[in-house]
């Protein structure tokens, strides 16, 4: 294995990758809520059904910005003990990757969620010890 040093800036780079992805699909997602109300409007929808479906698609921007702002704390101060709630949180992203791909199929968002996921579901793994869950990564001082 590499040397700690090495470990540590493996396991950040995995984290900032998780943390820019899911930031940049919020972003994306969010500044695309306009046009998707204004369908939502139009569509007939009664009104209860189309203020959950406004509500989800808003819900789903913020939820990413926040496990991207959480994988960013991670990187910039790296713990064994958040290895396995890293990968923890990365289920979240993985389960609504799934759903795009059950109900939309192969849409770019679900690949985003499924590489940050993976990104994330790495670093846990290298930051709890990996192979060797007695030889964590601490932060460096």
């Known amino acids: 294995m590499a040397s700690k040093g090495r470990k540590i800036r493996l396991i950040r780079a995995l984290l900032w990758l998780a943390a820019v992805l899911l930031a940049v699909g919020a972003a994306a997602h969010a500044a695309a809520f306009g046009r998707a109300s204004g369908v939502i409007g139009r569509s007939g929808l009664p009104a209860f059904y189309a203020g959950t479906y406004r509500v989800f698609w808003i819900a789903d921007s913020t939820t990413m910005m926040i496990g991207g702002t959480i994988y960013a704390a991670v990187a910039i101060r790296p713990s064994p003990a958040n290895?396995?709630?890293?990968?923890?949180?990365?289920?979240?992203?993985?389960?609504?990757?799934?759903?795009?791909?059950?109900?939309?199929?192969?849409?770019?968002?679900?690949?985003?969620?499924?590489?940050?996921?993976?990104?994330?579901?790495?670093?846990?793994?290298?930051?709890?010890?990996?192979?060797?869950?007695?030889?964590?990564?601490?932060?460096?001082?």
Not at 101 to 122: D, E, T, V
Request: glycine content about 12%; proline content about 3%; overall charge negative.
């Open 83 to 141: 290895g396995h709630l890293v990968a923890l949180l990365a289920l979240i992203y993985v389960a609504i990757a799934i759903l795009i791909y059950s109900f939309i199929g192969g849409f770019f968002a679900a690949h985003m969620l499924m590489a940050a996921s993976a990104a994330a579901c790495l670093a846990g793994w290298l930051l709890s010890g990996g192979a060797n869950p007695a030889a964590g990564t601490a932060a460096e001082p």
